[in-house]
């Protein structure tokens, strides 16, 4: 089995990567990187609200729900462009995990 992307999922993931680094909260990186799981604290900040604002500016940009239809704020993506951006997604420690199984068990509106 071939697990190369196509050229599709290849620039699909480049502009993933692109703008996880473009925008993702890096300040909070170093202490991410070296919490557990179950972690719920920052040490200057609220990491739900941190959450809730990365959740958010994703939801803006068209990045939270990725399988949801355009007009309902998704990007109208296939499962393995979910994939590759929670792969991304992942890659980064600069951002607060936040639960993606809502979005996920809530399939298209």
Not at 55 to 74: I, R, S, V
């Amino acid at each position: 089995m071939n697990f190369d992307d196509t050229p599709q999922e290849a620039e699909f993931r480049a502009t993933a990567r692109a703008w996880i680094a473009a925008n993702a909260p890096k300040q909070y990186e170093e202490e991410l990187r070296k919490s557990s799981l179950g972690r719920t604290q920052l040490k200057n900040a609220n990491i739900l609200d941190v959450a809730k604002a990365w959740q958010k500016k994703k939801a803006d940009a068209g990045w939270a729900c990725l399988h949801w239809p355009k007009e309902y704020g998704g990007r109208g993506s296939s499962p393995i462009e979910r994939v590759i951006w929670q792969q991304e997604e992942g890659r980064s420690a600069s951002y607060p995990a936040c639960s993606s199984s809502a979005t996920a068990c809530a399939g298209r509106p």
